[in-house]
């Protein structure tokens, strides 16, 4: 069946020509395609920023909407390219893992090793497969070629674990910064499964650790914050984030991401660090 | 009457998922919707420059064309999402006077609040009405819903005068720089309604006066200046600028946006400060 | 014949109003307009780099696919707004050798100077003609207007060769960095026509001479590179690229476009610099 939209999610930048390469690739291939660029500015190699965008954007798109996610600083070795078919969606990219939060979330996964040579372009770069295989195969992809032409399922494909908070002592959860949005907000790993109390309201007394300084505020919006006051706020990706009304958090904190943030919270004490850690919460599904 | 048409003039910067998150939602509830960034990277939380770009846009976009425009630092507060149809155009915004300028062009405006929510995405986040509030009613309006579907007409809504240029002496008349555009041109809130004569042929002598710097010259056409030269021009804008040909006038005089801006010609004078400022020009039309 | 995909390389940015601006007057003039951003973030005022971004994308476009290719220092000058049409593909552009690579990579071209008010926006800024003249010729070109319509040719079109590498002794070729991307890598001009040994397998010692040091190992992809190791890599533009494994060679060398490099091939000797430099290499088309 054929689907014409396709999304971009890619580190390639919007300075190059080559988010331009790849969509002329695919418009000649299908010039009924229709391309959005969810962010094209992931940052470089940063397998895990992307990794954050795709699982926070997928869902929100029509059924058989077509994903290129291209984060791959492993262009040009042994590392495969993909299709991976959820229920829903489908998704083009290396096997490096940036799909690992998508795997998270999806019950029934088909996931192939891109081999039918014969939809790549030719001669294949060194250093740019985005445009020489990953775009061709989203065009033909679009076109209705069914997703076992592509190549066999395997199930060996690359996964990490996204970062999870883990107790350090009886009073202390340590967790980190996974990203800071262009508003210096930062985004921890702390959802609803580790820290319930502080996605409650009241929230109970607690202190947030970051870089030395303590967050100890919670706000249900950006605006109710003090000047220059860094807060706690439940944000819209199921996440507790670090923000300031109208300024930069990770500014006023110097923090930045893969900052380490503990959170001790009154009355609530965890297992010993030996003890096994909290089980892996699922990234909050919006919608 | 459906419209496919939607424009993005946001904050939301193209780094980060927000924007990608919001054209899923449009897409889903319209797969025949056509998105068109206007500009994704207005200055965080600066109405302003989120007023100026939506007022220098939406008169060349085909009629019908719904405008979103989000810069929404009172996200999580009362304040209210409007639904605004002009003569020829939709816009869905926080009511924070973001579209000021669009008021101030338009003789016949309907401004409703929108409190359908029905229409809305849910649960709500408290951080990102863009994703769950205004997407979805712009899909629905792009589908064809009627505009009283939404909600209500309110006159009460938030609107600011665009900063005007006033005298402060007799022979000196003070603005402001509105923005610094990419090239490093500085857009001032100069018009034709308050220096008449810097905008013709040729100019009599005059000054402005920026940052203890004096420019004196006006120049046709930014490859008329002389290296690292700043001059005056009457921009595509409706508005004086100061510019420098292949270079950043920003730099060369060290000012930016919000930076003040004296401006003295010969043979005019003012009346003095106590007097009635200068009538409220009307930011120009360019088509 | 119509068609209606519509391409963008422009220096416009993405933060100002320029590209949303123009974008309305296609849309407004060719509501089936499907218009595709190649790069807007051209460097301010660099026509080699908009030279570069076009050459590196257009020849993956549908044949007819419109380009509007504006970096154009020279607005409101003598300077001609040019129709180019080549064998597949249509240009619009400023006379100011931004089409250089297209003109060096296609043997059939007309170049029509345009002259036909009567498509243009009226008036006509003295800065912005991407908005009032060269949008709107895009818009009626995509709804069928007949490229003869728009004005007669000419054969007197600025165009400039873009940088090649010189022998500047028996052993050192003299090339430099075109251009750095967003990853840091640095390409320069260096082509299989100067240099066929260094893309051949296995490479005979060589070394590059930038900055005071020298990269002497190639690599076949990115992360075959050690930690903070600058290596020389064949990249997918068809030029020797200089590189780093998931780090910023540009960087890491302290380099940057414009700058100086040298090549030194074991068993190489190059004639004299007095003597005719090396014949003109063929930008290398990737498809």
């Known amino acids: 069946m054929a689907n ?47 990794a954050l965008t795709i699982a926070q954007t997928y869902q929100f798109f029509p059924p058989d909407t077509i994903h290129m996610v291209i984060v791959d600083p492993g262009v040009g070795t042994a590392r495969r390219p993909l299709l991976v078919t959820t229920e829903k969606h489908k998704f083009i990219a290396p096997d490096n893992g940036v ?13 192939r ?79 609803v499964k580790e820290v319930p109390a502080l996605f409650q309201t009241p929230t109970p007394p607690f202190k947030v650790l970051v870089n030395s300084k303590e967050v100890n505020i919670m706000r249900a919006a950006y605006a109710q914050g003090m000047h220059n006051e860094v807060f706690a706020i439940i944000g819209s990706m199921g996440y507790l984030e670090l923000a300031s009304n109208r300024g930069a958090a990770s ?27 909290a089980a892996p919460p699922q990234a909050a599904a919006p919608a």
Not at 9 to 31: E, Q, R
Not at 125 to 149: N, Y
């Open 4 to 50: 014409n939209l396709i999304t971009f999610t890619t580190d390639f930048g919007t300075s190059d020509h080559y988010v331009g390469a790849m969509k002329g690739v695919i418009y000649k291939l299908n010039p009924q395609a229709q391309i959005v660029d969810i962010s094209n500015a992931v940052n470089s190699f940063d397998i895990l920023d992307g």
């Open 113 to 191: 090793h891109i081999t039918s040579e014969h939809y790549f372009l030719s001669p294949i770069s060194q250093t740019f497969h985005g445009r020489d295989i990953f775009a061709p195969c989203a065009g033909w992809l679009s076109k209705g070629v069914e997703t076992s032409k592509f190549g066999e399922e395997v199930t060996d494909f690359a996964r990490f674990a996204a970062p999870k908070p883990k107790p350090v002592s009886p009073q202390i959860l340590k967790g980190v910064v996974l990203k800071t949005d262009k508003f210096g907000n930062m985004i921890t790993n702390f959802t």
């Open 251 to 277: 500014r006023l904190l110097g923090a930045d991401r893969g900052s380490e943030v503990g959170i001790v919270i009154e009355g609530v004490n965890y297992s010993a660090p030996a003890a096994p850690p």
């Open 99 to 111: 799909l690992s939060l998508v795997y998270e979330r999806e019950e029934r996964l088909s996931v």
